[in-house]
């Protein structure tokens, strides 16, 4: 029963009206257990620019789930003052740190971290500034291509597994266009196995994107779990467990 109302605080603090930010958008978020180690974050800059984030806890269970309230809280007290996605990513890197120094985590720092994908939509312009750790996003452009964009950074956040010259998260700068399609997504989204154990990889989940790309936004998330019931479905009718959290959150330029 605790963990059940567990469950019921985190959806309520983690809940995000992200078609006040993103009118054409869709969420497809499935946690693996009761509680999730996935989050999704969406606001506004100072500058008028919209932020998404979507970010992947490695503390799994109630610890990650913690997390994730944690650093949505963090996001919303830094969220005004920045200019840039890396900042916001600085910023969590920094407080992650204090939080394993003052906690006595020191023998676990491995595993202990955070990956973490952000974006900056300018809706004038239309350029998108991204940054990352360890997650890369996807562009559906409007002619059908699919273009991977390389995390910017192979650093995890709170992770002390980095170069003595690592200077912060940098950012990318991408001019997008009426149509195209942002995807950020944890790496559950991937790693799903089906009934063969066979893991779905990034060349079946840019395979599902395309294929989704013709589907209604408004019909997109329904579209995903159907997708992900099919992949996981045995023989017998039953699903095979599901390996990860899941969350995957995009959004058309108008």
Known sequence: ASINYASRIQSKVL?????????????????????????????????????????????????GALLTILWKTNIQQIVG???MPGQIIDYLDVQFMDLQKKSALEDSVVRDSMDIACVFYDPETKMLDFSSAFRPIYILRQNGEIEQIPATNRVEVGSKLRSPDFDGYKNNTIQLYPGDEVILFT??????????????????????????????????????????????????GELIEQTDDMCLVGFRVE
């Open 187 to 236: 790496d559950g989204m991937n790693d799903q196995f089906d009934k063969n154990n066979k893991k779905l990889k990034t060349s079946g989940l840019r395979q599902m994107l395309s294929d989704v790309s013709t589907v209604p936004i408004a019909e997109r998330a329904s579209y995903i779990q159907n997708f992900y019931e099919n992949l996981m479905k045995k023989d017998n």
């Open 81 to 83: 003052k920045v200019e």
């Open 15 to 63: 809940n995000n009206d992200i078609w006040e930010h993103f009118p054409k958008s869709f969420v497809f978020y499935k946690p693996k257990d009761i509680v999730s180690w996935d989050f999704y974050f969406t606001a506004e800059s100072f500058q008028g620019k919209k932020i998404l984030a979507v970010a992947d806890c490695t503390w799994h269970w109630v610890p």
